[in-house]
């Protein structure tokens, strides 16, 4: 199954991702994931997206299809996976569209995962998420165990730089005007799904496998893990 978790930054998708993973047994893909790693190893890709990471804005279409298209391509995507922050324009939508035409393959599901504003900044101002495997926690709601420790695989767990205060404007500026319009564009093709992620991640992670139920291929349904 081939799903696209879109919502606004701070929405909640890799929590919703991150379960759905495993429930389904394939990869989250994450193009932010990706560019958090290589400015951790310092790689030229790394450099060249922190400025706009730093930003608030989006890294350069060119540069983020083609990690996309590489990643797809690997033996883990075979049975299919789930893009997080993938496609964010409708320029991403449509080189998706071209990429999965090429393989001879579609999305199945579109979760549109929604928070209101108010809550996203309230979320996104006591979010702390580890630099190694990515799993995010909140000061207020799921702290670490051992403070700065990831509970999962022991990383090192600190606030991202890009939920300063300032950056979470601009990234919200950025998502409605380049990336909400993706809600409309994905409704009209039948396989948008939106749950409303005010609750708890449990919840949210309920209300996600709901909806892929719901979509899966008639093949599918009988998935034993759902
Ligand atoms: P995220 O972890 O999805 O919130 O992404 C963090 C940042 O990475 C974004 O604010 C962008 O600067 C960059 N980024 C992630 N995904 C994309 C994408 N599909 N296109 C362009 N930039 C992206």
Same mark, same amino acid.
Request: glycine share 10%.
């Given at each position: 199954?081939?799903?696209?978790?879109?919502? $606004?930054?701070? $929405?909640?998708?890799?929590?919703?991702?991150?379960?759905?993973?495993?429930?389904?047994?394939?990869?989250?893909?994450?193009?932010?994931?990706?560019? @958090?790693?290589?400015?951790?190893?310092?790689?030229?890709?790394?450099?060249?997206?922190?400025?706009?990471?730093?930003?608030?804005? +989006?890294?350069?279409?060119?540069?983020?299809?083609?990690? #996309?298209?590489?990643?797809?391509?690997?033996?883990?995507?075979?049975?299919?996976?789930? +893009?997080? /922050?993938?496609?964010?324009?409708?320029?991403? $939508?449509?080189?998706?569209?071209?990429?999965?035409?090429?393989?001879?393959?579609?999305?199945?599901?579109?979760?549109?995962?929604?928070? %209101?504003?108010?809550?996203?900044?309230?979320?996104?101002?006591? @979010?702390?998420? &580890?630099? %190694? &495997?990515?799993?995010?926690?909140?000061? =207020?709601?799921?702290?670490?165990?051992?403070? /700065?420790? &990831?509970?999962?695989?022991?990383?090192? #767990?600190?606030?991202?730089?890009?939920? $300063?205060?300032?950056? #979470?404007?601009?990234?919200?500026?950025?998502?409605?005007?380049?990336?909400?319009?993706?809600?409309?564009?994905?409704?009209?093709?039948?396989? +948008?799904?939106?749950?409303?992620?005010? &609750?708890?991640?449990?919840?949210?992670?309920?209300?996600?496998?709901?909806? #892929?139920?719901?979509?899966?291929?008639?093949? =599918?349904? /009988?998935?034993?893990?759902?």
């Amino acid at each position: 199954m081939r799903i696209i978790l879109l919502g $606004a930054p701070g $929405a909640g998708k890799g929590s919703v991702g991150r379960p759905l993973s495993s429930q389904l047994e394939i990869p989250v893909i994450s193009t932010g994931d990706i560019f @958090r790693s290589n400015i951790s190893g310092r790689t030229k890709l790394g450099l060249t997206a922190k400025g706009y990471m730093d930003r608030g804005e +989006l890294v350069p279409d060119g540069l983020t299809v083609s990690i #996309v298209e590489d990643r797809i391509a690997q033996s883990d995507c075979a049975k299919g996976f789930i +893009l997080d /922050g993938f496609p964010r324009n409708t320029f991403q $939508a449509s080189e998706l569209d071209r990429i999965l035409e090429k393989a001879n393959l579609k999305i199945d599901l579109v979760l549109n995962v929604h928070l %209101s504003d108010e809550r996203i900044i309230q979320r996104l101002s006591s @979010r702390m998420v &580890c630099s %190694s &495997c990515g799993e995010s926690y909140n000061r =207020m709601s799921k702290d670490t165990s051992m403070p /700065g420790i &990831c509970d999962l695989c022991g990383g090192r #767990v600190s606030v991202r730089e890009d939920d $300063a205060p300032e950056t #979470v404007r601009k990234r919200l500026e950025t998502y409605y005007l380049q990336t909400m319009p993706l809600i409309d564009f994905y409704r009209e093709r039948g396989i +948008l799904s939106t749950i409303d992620n005010d &609750c708890t991640i449990e919840e949210g992670s309920k209300r996600a496998l709901e909806a #892929v139920r719901n979509a899966l291929p008639d093949h =599918m349904s /009988g998935h034993g893990r759902l």
